[in-house]
T-cell receptor, first 119, second 116 residues
Framework: GAVVSQHPSRVICKSGTSVKIECRSL??????MFWYRQFPKQSLMLMAT?????????EQGVEKDKFLINHASLTLSTLTVTSAHPEDSSFYIC???????????????FGPGTRLLVL | AQKITQTQPGMFVQEKEAVTLDCTYD???????LFWYKQPSSGEMIFLIY??????QNATEGRYSLNFQKARKSANLVISASQLGDSAMYFC?????????????FGTGTSLTVIP
């Protein structure tokens, strides 16, 4: 089946630094990728929808300048947390859509997630 | 209003027994898809089962079945013959519309613990 990878799986950084998280679709071309954030014992919260070659669409309340999303190719989207602070510590998950599949059930594939800890 | 509601924060089930995890949804779109995902402590989201709004039959995938009651807008997950490895968080999700690129709405999840 389709696979989505994320890198890194875990990252610890100092407050004020920027962190880049990569999301790759390994065996399909993903025209649309989604970025989620999940706090411990809570649900996934959609942060933004990333479309290849265009600007990301951010959900209400998500700071565009804080969470930079780039979807420069059909297999890679990146989320950069700029000037990270401890409150940005969270679990970040991406998902990718395979536009070729027409059956609705499995056309979004989730990455394994990235745990970010900002000290 | 919440798109997806999961009212059971935590559930316990004896090994080898069946368990039902509740999910209700809210949408005015006649076309939608309902999903269940399992999230173990590792964090990965594992797809379990899908039900389309126009599907006549309840979806089944191995030990998982979805009790789809359209009039009640409920899509409960039934896990039969529970195993210790089933202990995890379970999320119900919905995608509205025909566009498979539309976003997913997730419920708050149910933590399932299987007791030996």
């Amino acid at each position: 089946g389709a696979v989505v990878s994320q890198h890194p799986s875990r990252v610890i950084c100092k407050s004020g630094t920027s962190v880049k998280i990569e999301c790759r679709s390994l065996d399909f071309q993903a025209t649309t990728m989604f970025w989620y954030r999940q706090f411990p014992k809570q649900s996934l919260m959609l942060m933004a929808t990333s479309n290849e070659g265009s600007k990301a669409t951010y959900e209400q309340g998500v700071e565009k300048d804080k969470f930079l999303i780039n979807h420069a190719s059909l297999t890679l989207s990146t989320l950069t947390v700029t000037s990270a602070h401890p409150e940005d510590s969270s679990f970040y998950i991406c998902s990718a859509r395979d536009p070729v599949l027409t059956v609705g059930s499995k056309t979004q594939y989730f990455g394994p997630g990235t745990r970010l800890l900002v000290l | 209003a919440q798109k997806i509601t999961q009212t059971q924060p935590g559930m316990f089930v004896q090994e080898k027994e069946a368990v039902t995890l509740d999910c209700t949804y809210d949408t005015s779109d006649p076309s939608y898809g309902l999903f269940w995902y399992k999230q173990p402590s590792s964090g990965e989201m594992i797809f379990l089962i899908y039900q389309g709004s126009y599907d006549q039959q309840n979806a089944t995938e191995g030990r998982y079945s979805l009790n789809f009651q359209k009039a009640r807008k409920s899509a409960n997950l039934v896990i039969s013959a529970s195993q210790l490895g089933d202990s995890a968080m379970y999320f119900c999700a919905m995608r509205e519309g025909r566009n498979t690129g539309n976003q997913f709405y997730f419920g708050t999840g149910t933590s399932l613990t299987v007791i030996p």
